[in-house]
Each structure stands twice: as C-alpha cells, then as structure tokens.
C-alpha cells in the first residue's frame, strides 16, 4: 500500500490522462439532476463531489444484459466473454463492499467465468463519499468507509486527494502522475477526518441495533405482522431490487437470428419481488403473495445472503431501495427497526 | 419447414402499429423473407383467406366487425393482436364512457344517423375471439414484435414482461416521475416498451395496460401520501384504461 | 482479487455439453421418455437424485431429474410437456441433438440407506426421480432389506413405466402398492391418494428411510400421514422442484428460503427443513 497525494489541478490532469490514453472509463457524472455512471469524456465531467448515483456501479460488474453463449442450431455452443479492461472511477464505500460480497458469490461454489473475468478486467478506483445523500445510512451498515476491493482509493481533502494504491494495477496507474507527492502525516490525518465524518454523518436512518444482530433477529420475525402491513401498498415493482447494489438474480433466455440458424443465450437482471419470480413450468408460483416475495427480500439481505458471505450483511445501507419505493415501504432499517422494538435484539431461545 | 403463411388485417385504429412493421427497417427484410406475407392492405393488393398467422391491429367496434374477426379466427392457427387497440382496446373504449347516440351526434352531427355510421361498444380483440399472443402498446414495440415473430418461428411461447414498467425506467436510470408529483402509471403498466415516455421526460400513460396483477388497493394510501386523491388517479387511467378488462386469460 | 491466475482456464458453468438422443416414445398421453448419450461417449456421472439443465438452442434450458440408475448406460429423461423447452422436446426423435449441463444437486442416501428397509412413496410423475434410486438399488439389491414402492396415480391413463412397474410387482423381493384418484373400468386394484396405502406397508416405517417425491400438495399429507406414525423427520427424504435456472446457485430462482435447490436440494432429509417454511 502506497499513500500520496494529487492536488485537484493535478488529479484533472490525471484523468485527462488516463482518458486519452485510450482507456475506457466510466466515471461519476451529472445525469439530469442526479448522478449517474457514464463514459467519462473529459475529466471536467467527472463529479466526485456526488451524494449517490441513480444505479450503482453494479451495472458494469454485472450487466443488465450480457451474453454468455452464441451458438449455431443445431447445439453448437460457443462461450462468449466481455472484451476490454475497463477503469471505474468515483465508486463509494458503500458500492465497493457491494461489489465485494459479489465478488465472493460469483466465485464460491460454481465459479462464474463470465463474472469473474470481468471483474479481473476491471480497476476501481474509489472515492469516499464528500456529499451524504439524503437516505444514506452506510454508517449504520459499517460501511461508510472500506479498506478493500479497491484498486485505488481517493479521499479529498479540501485542496487535494488522498490516493491510497492498493493493488499493483494501482499502482501502475498512478505511477508517475504529474505532481504526485508522498502523504504527509496531515494529509493521512485529513483522511482520517473525513473517515471519522463520514462514519456518523451518513446515517439518515440509524439502525436500532448492530448489523450482526440481524439474521438472529430475522429468525424470530417470519411471521411478524410487518411483513404484510408493509406489502399491502407494495407495486410488486422490483424498483427495491433494480436500485440495489448487492441484489444479483438473474433470468437467463434465448433469441434466435430471423434464419434461425443461429443465436443467444443471455442473462438479463430479474427480481425476487416481481410477480413470477418464483414461478415454475406448468405456472404454480410458490412465491404467489406480495407479503412473501417482500419478506424474501428483507431475509436474502438480512439472513440468506449473509449465511453465504461469512455473515456480512448483504443491505450496505446505500438508501436507492428508499429513494426508488414509491409507496415508500422498502426502508430495511424502517423494518430492522421495528422488529428491534417489538422482539429485542436478544437472540430466539 | 415450409414459411408460414401471415396475413395482417386492421380494424378500428390509426395504422400505426402496421407503420411500426415498417419501421423495424433493416430487419423487415428478414421479416419478409422468413415468412410468406398473403395479406396486407397497407402494402400490397393480393388478398388470401389461407394463412397460418392471422396479425390484428385496431379494436372491433361494429357488428360487422366482430363477423369479420370470428372469420379470420376461424381460418388462422395463430392469431396475434398487435397494439393497444387491438390487445386492451386502447384509446378507442374512451367512446366506452358515453351514450353511444350522443357519440355519433357528437363526432357526425345528424349525418350520424346514416346507417353505415352505426357503431356499438368498443372491444379489444379478445372481447370477441381467443388472441394467442398480444403485443402491446401505442403504437406497439418494434422489437417485441420481431421478437414475438421470431419466437414463434422457433414454435416456442414468447416470454412477454408481466412486470411492471417501473424495472425498465429504472434500468434507464430516469428519475422517477414521482418525484416530480406526476401521477405516473408506470408501476402498474406492463413494461416491454423500454420505459420510453418515462425517458423522454412523460409520464407513463399506461398503453401496454395492466400488469396481470396490478396493486389496486394501494392507490388510495399512495395518493394519499402524495397528497393527490383516487380521482386524481382516475382522470390519468381514463385513455388507455377506461373499461379495461384484465389483460391476462 | 488474485491477479496472477488465468481465469479462462475455469470451466463455464454455462456452457452445455454435447449430447445426442438414442431413443425416445411417450410413456401416456403427456409424458416423454428419452434416452440420452453425451456426445463425448463419457459417462454423465450423476448419482440418484440429481438431475441436469437440458439446452435447445434457440429456446432455452428446463431442469429435469435423471430418471435412470447410473448403473445403467446413458441416462433417461422423462419429460412432461408444459413449458418451452419441454414443448420442444416433445417436437423431438431419435437422433436429434440436446445441451446438457450437470449433473447438480444433492444425492439420494445411497450409502446411508444400505442394509436398511427403504420405502417409496411417489405420487403421479414423482416416480421419474425415485426410478432412479429404486434402480440403483436393485442393481445392487443384497446392499439394501426391504423394499417397499407405492405409486399414486391420478388416472389410469397417465400411469408411467408400465411395462417396469409390472416387473417390479412380480419380483418377490419387492412390495408394490398402486392406487389411482379417479379409477376408470380398466382398473380394479386401490383407489384413492397415495396416503391411503402406507397403512398397508408391511416393513417397520419407523426403522426404514422414506424417499418422498410427488406434486407439491401431496408432501404435506404424505408427511402428516408419516408424522402420525412416528417415523424420525431424519429417515424421510423429499425430492422437491423448484426454478433451476440456472443450476449453479446463482440465479436466485430455486431458494427456498435461504436454501438453492439446484445446490443443497433436489433431495432434502426432511429434519433438514424444520426451519424452512417455504418448502412444504
């Protein structure tokens, strides 16, 4: 780990550099009034001072739509893999442990390829969040800051960044930026400020107890009231699923070429709260009710995914479920919240 | 396996979603060459009563209309409607609100009452006749119907989204319309369409209709929240879901 | 991340293999039997229990559990018609070319269940999967005791394997019980659900395993039948259908709860799912 510093002329600089170097970059920008990921054109469209995008960086990890085959008919598959390194610039804390606890998913058990090598494509720079967005409560999560995942890491502190390198693909990118100096004991204390900040400060909606009290908690609350309460106005809209960071489900399909001599099998984003998730050939749908696919929902992020994951909460508290929900029901700390109060954090006898 | 044969008809409609048939460009060449076209007014003079693949576009709105659709049912294996009109009765069942006289008095005056001028209630196609396969919207998508097209070439089901549009507007990364205080019908509308209202900064005016299974009960509780009322709502579902019966069989 | 290792030398979990159908026929009026070989001429390799992701190009995948014992060569599929790729099946004949990915899944007990009494209880197209098992097990047959096979049919008409089912009655190291829902002329043996028959199982159900595969509405009373006799919940193994997609615990389709079918399931021991009220 290498810890210098860029002030902001120099970092401009530095982006400039990387994008006409030819690299392919995606970086935060103003998208509408709101912040997006998109392709950084110039470093003067980048805007790390963002609150929180639209859509997290999920969406170049795993795509919306990607193909995995092509194939000619009659059987002829062939794999098809994502080409060209791709660079993510601006990714929060909270987006990066997202993007962590996939990483750990797409490759324990059956190791997705397709995932992986793109993921291997791929260098992250992230940047600690300079603007709390209105729902945020990463804090609550603990992840208002990470230490991981990242290949480079940017804090700003004022007049510069903090970039910390933290991979030798890192390292090689920054390697030699103009006006690159070492971190000064006060610009690691800067750091350290906006760490110490940003720990309290992004917790709109603080959670009652410790994220690790959550999957005992949910086991004594699958036939809380609060499940239906809530999903009586829910739109079965997936909006909650769509916006997630850490939500990975996938539908898989097939189209054919007008010939029908050849085609594709892709993967598309699905959701555990639309109506036929759960649905099987011959339509019986063992997940019919709106209250049970919300409840899923709630116990993937709280219970499930975490049992997968060494235990890490699968809900990094990045507040887009909030923002997106309509008849906003989808606040997991809303839901944690009130079974907090009504069964106590103490483990089910 | 030999090229289905396909004949197109319309009803009551603008010819809209036929335009749409042009519109796929590129793609009407193969269209074309992967199935043998035997009817289609629009675009050609033949005429055919043996085809395969009946295509609908437009709502049935006379009697003699519904004669004309049960014979081109009973001569097609697989009957498609294609667009609004034809899948939910689109804008045409607004007529659905009124006394059917004071319809035509309002459109025709006292020509109005020439017989041939004589109109009954508006039905989507499946009012009248079984339809396999409904491609929605005003006009329909392009792309969904290539892609129904295809399917069905392949003798297989076409997967069409019984989710709501709300999945592809966020996947456009639009700010939702609510957030505007628009009364946005989006989270109830079937999507397949892209959300492309949504991305050219409308509202969703709900043309692909309903969701299987649309959430009516929580409209009161969300107006509420939002400081609207139920007939707030009422008056945004009044073109393309006035009278609108369950899109599903 | 590692860096260093080249990750294309991992397999693609999504990438069928090859295979071919050597014969096919319909065992009744909806079901389709296939007989299948990997076109590399290499065993599938799977265990009784587990099944495969069928590919057609051009359509899609179906999850559909071997109904063969792998000491058998090739594998078998029965397939009914209600879904895409399963409706394309039904289009197919001899010769024709399939994906297959797998085996996935969880095994029945074979190892556990050996010199133990073993009870079947499979209800309409239930018996595919459990043919699997029962077959193993008369191919090795003085591994196992007792035998016991109940089959529930809902009419005659869709009674499946007709010609093995017959084989299996006249065996005498084999206790056949069959009963039909909605008996026509042709039939003159038990009438009614399968619950009905386990009264009538002549093996100590609270000793033997109980492997349990059917629709979903039939584990409930199956299971209620079976807790009324005090069988142990650890001698019951059920074979329940989900979504398998994907088949690789990825897609998210097949959870029960927190579990993926397609990796800790199709067979589950019964105690395993205290806890998971998604499943029965």
Redesign the interface.
Known sequence: MSISKLSKTDFKEFVDGLLSSGKMVMGVQAHGERFAFDVLKSAGDLRLDYDVTILPPKKYVLPQVETLLTYTLPEQYKSQYQEGEMILLGVHPYDMAAINQMDILFSQDQYDTHYMLRRKKMTIIACDVATPSKNVFAASMGTATVHEGYDILLTDIGDAYVIEAATDKGRSLVQGAAGLANASAQDEAARQAVWDKNKIELNKHPLKCKPSDIPALLDKAYNHPVWDEKARTCFACGSCNTTCPTCYCFDVQDDVSWDRTAGKRYRAWDGCLLENFATVAGNHNFRKARADRFRHRLYRKGKYVPAKIGGRIACVGCGRCITACIPDIANPVAIYNRLVEDLGVAPKK | MSKPRVAIFDFACCEGCQLQIVNLEE?IL??I??VDVVEWREAMAETSEEYDIAIIEGSITRPEDEDRIRTIRSRAKILIAIGACATIGGINKLKNNFDLDEVRNCVYGEAGQMEHLETGQTKAVDEVVKVDYKVHGCPMTGSEFA?VV?CL?????P?IP???V??EC??K????R?EYGEICI???TRAGCGAKCPSAGFRCFGCRGY?????V??AK??MD?YGLTVDDLRSKLVLFGSKQRPTYE | MCDCCSVEKEKDIYLPEPASINACRMLNGTEMYMHIGLDSGKPLGHAPGQFVEVSVAGIGEAPLTVASSPTQSGFELVVRNVGRVSGAMHGMTAGHKLGIRGPFGSIYPVDEMKGRDLVFICGGIGLVPQRAFINYVLDNRSDYGEVVILQGTKCYADRLFCDEVAEWCARDDVQLLETIDLPDKQWDGNVGVVTTLIPKIGVDLKKAGVLVCGPPIMYKFVLMSLMEQQVPMDHVFLNLERRMKCGVGKCGHCQINGLYVCQSGPVYRYSDLAGVPEAI
Not at chain 2, 153 to 157: C, F, I, V
């Open positions: 793609e193969d269209l060459g992967a892609y295809r070439l392949m003798g297989k089901t997967e019984d989710y709501p709300c999945v966020k996947m990364e639009n700010v939702c609510w989006g989270p109830i969701v299987d299974n649309p959430n009960e929580a509780e969300v929240k």
